[in-house]
């Protein structure tokens, strides 16, 4: 070997865990497809267990995989061996260069600078769980208030602590309760990040979550996490993987409450109609509303709390309205967001101001044009206290299609009053 030759570095234990699978799975002569069916996945669960450099397959799918391989625990001895690899990893590199929002495994993932020098040695309990849970609520109920901008900013520094639980012994029970608090929490910090179009982060804090809920076996938290996702890809015009990321919680529905599955079907729908299946998206609107018409029969997790009649009115309103605009009869849409206006109470103005936006520009194009200028004059009040950048988005939108419109008065003055706000971020 040359002296300026280089060694190629040797197989961790990851990369050979993934590679094993692959190998297994070749040898056996099945597809990604048909190996997920066997053991109630999806594809896509598969394809990223077999990436050498993607995080650790959850403790549930290794176990899934060695009994469908036949590995007889070999597998799983590799997914034991690789997370205390990354663990070492992280005692060896310490504070230094790593990124709080890694993705990796969540027991594993690296700290930041606000972390003490140790690593936690207490025992955890129902106290610290409680705790967690009650500083995500806070913090939710901060962001519903002023949007995404300092919430988001004191929710990271809540999850950098939080985070450091997840290395402190605790019964397997209070581990898996621990796992999908801190979860909910990285969701609420990820969709405070999205508010203000902060992506990067948005889409490394649902990672965390969704990596939280499979150690936790949380389906809840695992569909409400793939919902913000599929939310966070709509958003950025990438309905490909937003159409991913819903049907992959749609996986083992029958797991979910009805809650959960009128809030995902709702996502479904819109998505359906964004991409022109139009019937498609008719069906799962009614299914969506049959859900929540019965989630009575069901607990709703605390997570879900916030899905009431306001935010499922305003959550399937969008598909209404994508339907309104190619059929041109508005009146389910409009429905469904004057329900979401009224129902809304003062503790959700971003959402209040969501949909009396929404219902605005929807009157500006195919409604009432008079109508679209008193509800957006009725919403600013509550806009100009938002930080949000989704907020800003719909204020945009609704001075676009009022420019059609402006030679009526009142359309000409909301107009001039858009023009002349201050939604800085």
């Known amino acids: 070997m040359n002296d300026d030759q280089i060694p190629p570095a040797p197989e961790s234990a990851g990369e050979e865990l993934a590679r094993q699978i692959r190998q297994r799975r070749d040898q056996a002569g099945l597809s990604q497809p048909k190996l997920a069916r066997m053991i109630g996945y999806t594809r896509q669960y598969i394809s990223r267990a077999e990436r050498p450099n993607h995080n650790l397959p959850s403790i549930d799918l290794v176990r899934a995989l060695d009994a469908a391989l036949d590995a007889r625990g070999a597998l799983m001895s590799l997914r034991e061996k690789a997370k205390k690899e990354r663990t070492n990893l992280h005692m060896q590199n310490g504070a230094n260069g790593s990124d ?8 594993t993932d690296s700290q930041d600078a606000f972390d003490l020098e140790t690593r936690p040695r207490w025992r955890v309990g129902h ?7 009650l500083m995500t609520s ?9 949007g995404g901008g300092m919430s988001g900013e004191v929710a990271s520094a809540q999850l950098r602590s939080a985070r450091r639980l997840l290395d402190a012994s605790a019964t397997p029970a209070i581990r898996a309760e621990l796992f999908e608090a801190v979860g909910n929490l990285a969701s609420v910090v990820g969709y ?22 499979d150690e936790a076996g949380s389906w809840e938290l695992r569909a409400a996490t793939l919902a913000d996702l599929a939310r966070h890809s709509t958003y950025r015009g990438d309905f490909d993987n937003a159409l991913t990321s819903i049907e992959l919680a749609h996986v083992r529905a029958d797991r979910l409450t009805l809650t959960t599955r009128a809030m995902i079907g709702s996502i479904r729908a819109r998505l359906l109609a964004f991409t022109d299946r139009h019937n498609e998206a008719k069906t799962q609107l009614t299914h969506a509303d049959d859900c929540f018409a019965d989630r009575h029969l069901d607990p709703i997790p605390a997570w879900m709390t916030y899905y009431d009649e306001a935010e499922h009115a305003g959550s399937t309103s969008r598909t209404a309205t994508a339907l309104a605009l190619t059929t041109g009869e508005p009146d389910d849409a409009f429905h469904r967001l004057e329900t979401a206006v009224s129902r809304y109470t003062d503790a959700y103005p971003r959402s209040r101001t969501f949909a009396r936006l929404q219902l605005a520009t929807l009157h500006m194009r195919i409604g009432d044009p008079r109508e679209a200028a008193a509800l957006g004059r009725a919403a600013l009040p509550d806009a100009t206290t938002i930080r949000s950048r989704r907020i800003a988005d ?3 939108a609704l001075r676009e299609t009022a420019r059609r419109h402006q030679v009526i008065t009142e359309v000409a003055e909301l107009a001039e009053a858009l023009d002349t706000m201050d939604h800085d971020f």
Request: glycine share 6%; charged share 20%; net charge negative.
């Open 138 to 146: 806070a913090l939710a109920a901060s962001e519903n208030l002023y």
């Open 127 to 133: 106290s610290e769980v409680a705790h967690v849970r």
């Open 192 to 213: 405070a990040a999205f508010d203000i179009g902060d992506h990067t982060t948005a889409r490394r804090c649902f990672d965390f979550s969704l990596s939280c809920a």
């Open 100 to 107: 709080l929002l890694h993705t990796g495994d969540p027991s």
């Open 394 to 396: 719909e204020l945009g």
